[in-house]
């Protein structure tokens, strides 16, 4: 089964510009995740989704950070405009249900620097 | 949810069995115990977990005590490969978020 799929890998922008991510999850996977790990850090939740609803944005800066995912599939991230504390590496993370599935399946994540 | 605490390293010889240490005194009845690893530059893989009793898959055992107040993650035969940071979270059942603290550096030696 192919995992969690996330581009770029790599992003360097400098403060002020704007920055895109995009995660294709597991097929079949309803539920889906952004995390943001700061290094030195553990992962920590954005946003999460159930199809394309939006099930928890509680930690989201959404002065700065938006997400969607249309047609409950693909999702993107968006930063604008970027700071250097938004330097950090974004994981997309998927599972089968918010309720019927114990695993969440993490993709490789986008390293972003900004400068 | 439950906050855990962990060491943050710990060093294992290869081959031998690394046990990983987890306290949560604070855990509630309805709450699980995971375990997830990350292995540098790659997203975290989930391990294991477990409710009150002990559970092994192929990957680890997972020994939770009579109290629930702490647990250990037991890598049998600990490879190279082995080397990541683990991270133990409490969780209630699948729905609950997964809140990652700073976990345990784990390096296996040759």
């Known amino acids: 089964e192919a995992g969690v799929a996330q581009s770029p890998r790599y992003k360097i922008i400098e403060k002020r510009q704007s920055v895109a991510f995009w995660c294709n999850p597991i097929s079949g996977h309803a539920t889906l995740y952004w995390y943001q790990q700061i290094l030195g850090q553990g992962p920590k939740l954005l946003i999460q989704?159930?199809?394309?609803?939006?099930?928890?944005d509680s930690q989201l800066p959404k002065d700065r950070f938006s997400a969607e995912r249309l047609k409950g599939v693909d999702s993107t991230l968006k930063i604008q405009p970027a700071k250097l504390e938004d330097s950090a590496v974004y994981l997309c993370?998927?599972?089968?249900?918010?309720?019927?599935?114990?695993?969440?399946?993490f993709g490789p994540g986008t390293r972003l620097t900004v400068t | 949810d439950a906050k855990t605490t962990q060491p943050p390293s710990m060093d294992c010889a290869e081959g031998r069995a690394a046990n990983l240490p987890c306290n949560h005194s604070t855990i509630s009845g309805n709450e699980y115990v995971y375990w997830y690893r990350q292995i540098h530059s790659q997203g975290p893989q989930y391990i294991i977990h477990g409710l009150k009793n002990n559970e092994t898959n192929e990957m680890a055992s997972l020994i939770i005590t009579e109290d629930r107040k702490s647990s250990t993650l037991i890598l049998p035969h600990a490879t190279l490969r082995d080397t990541a940071v683990y991270y133990c979270i409490v969780r209630v059942s699948q729905g609950g978020k997964l809140i990652f603290g700073q976990g345990t550096e784990l390096s296996v030696k040759p």
């Open positions: 993370a998927s599972s089968l249900g918010e309720l019927v599935s114990y695993e969440q399946y």
């Open positions: 989704f159930q199809n394309n609803g939006v099930v928890d």
